[in-house]
């Protein structure tokens, strides 16, 4: 081990004997108390020494052996140590991609912080390289999502959607004006490919890599251009991503009203079904309102403003990476919504109907939290 502290976590002394680790709330880690000569020897917690000779250069400072042991292992448990070389062999060949791993530095940065073990935020991004997830929709929405997705280290991104791109389909990291004109899913793919950090992944089936090659589908974000169709999913398109075991997570603008969510669990949470289900029994009319808005063939173009629909795809996106690196994120059987010109973004529980023929209403959250862990380990092994 070559124990180094965590850079991301900014360090400042509180008082003359207590050091605090990080500056929010949310990951901030005081320790204490501390002398001097422990604060002098932090500074050579930087990677570049194993524990011999970090035991003897402690010794110049007056401090011993023992003493070195106990802080490192305090640190560990603090999650405030990593080590350059842990995180098992695929962070090791991720290691060997210098170019790759440069641009991911500041995601392998964050993720550190997330994850304490050392080594840990590594082997998460590398893991990342061996998923596959679906955007459903290449509008402003679903085409950001899947930039960020293949940005961020997802090996394997596809985009499915009709038609050809239009000029209201481009977007400041999204389609590109070049892409107007061009089929939207053709588009969609080669924005994949420029936004790789590890050069053009597998896109299913695509670039003459048979689909039979690419590992199951991890997620499927739906991200229509109809904002209706994830304000109200169809439970029958939903309905073999159910019966498959598959999580998916809603994401759109409707309107001037910004949805992330939820992200479904089949079996273990509420699903498009339970939500058609709950919204019927609060209002009888909706069913008759929503057959409505459905029916005929809208041709103007839908209500989609450039920062919500950005900021909806961000926290997207940010809610799927955090389900494939092995969290539930807020998103989890809830909807997250911000309407402009607030932008004061709420979130709903949306509970599991005992009627829907998902079966999640038999489910505990302690019985969604132990799936969904093995579903993670599944998907990293």
């Known amino acids: 081990m070559h124990p180094m502290l965590k850079p991301a976590l900014r360090r400042a002394w509180r008082g003359r004997n207590t050091v605090q680790f990080g500056v929010t709330p949310a990951h901030a880690v005081t320790l204490g108390p501390m002398d001097i000569a422990t604060g002098s020897f932090l500074e050579l917690l930087d990677g570049t020494r194993g524990l011999p000779l970090l035991r003897e250069e402690a010794r110049a400072l007056d401090l011993s052996d023992r003493h070195v042991d106990i802080l490192v292992s305090r640190l560990t448990q603090a999650g405030l140590l990593d080590d350059p070389d842990a995180g098992g062999p695929e962070a090791d060949a991720l290691r060997r991609r210098a170019e790759t791993l440069e641009r991911q530095r500041p995601d392998a940065a964050a993720l550190s912080v997330v994850h304490p073990a050392p080594g840990g935020g590594l082997r998460r991004l590398a893991a990342r390289r061996a998923m596959r997830v679906q955007v459903r929709g290449a509008g402003r929405v679903g085409a950001a999502i899947a930039a960020v997705l293949s940005g961020s280290g997802v090996g394997h991104v596809e985009v499915l959607d009709g038609g050809r791109t239009e000029p209201w389909d481009v977007a400041p990291g999204g389609l590109p004006a070049s892409s107007v004109g061009e089929r939207r899913d053709t588009a969609a793919r080669q924005l994949v490919r420029r936004s790789s950090a590890g050069g053009p992944p597998r896109t299913g089936g695509t670039g003459g890599v048979p689909p039979s090659t690419d590992p199951a589908l991890s997620l499927i974000v739906v991200a229509p251009r109809d904002g209706l169709s994830v304000y109200a999913p169809d439970p029958d398109d939903a309905a073999p991503w159910i019966a498959s075991g598959t999580p998916h997570l809603y994401a759109g603008v409707i309107e001037a009203t910004g949805v992330v969510g939820p992200l479904v669990l089949p079996g273990g949470t509420g699903c498009a079904g339970c939500l058609a289900l709950h919204r019927a029994e609060a209002d009888p009319q909706w069913p008759r309102m929503l057959a409505q808005w ?88």
């Open 294 to 381: 459905r029916s005929g063939r809208r041709t103007c173009v839908q209500a989609c403003d450039l920062g919500l629909a950005t900021a909806v795809a961000g926290l997207a996106a940010s809610h799927a990476l955090s389900f494939l690196d092995g969290e539930l994120p807020a998103c989890t059987g809830a909807r997250w919504e911000a309407a402009m010109p607030l932008l004061d973004w709420r979130s709903e529980r949306l509970g599991p109907h005992p009627d829907c023929a998902c079966g999640a209403a038999g489910h505990t959250e302690v019985e969604l939290t132990s799936a969904a862990g093995a579903a993670q380990d599944t998907m990293a092994g």
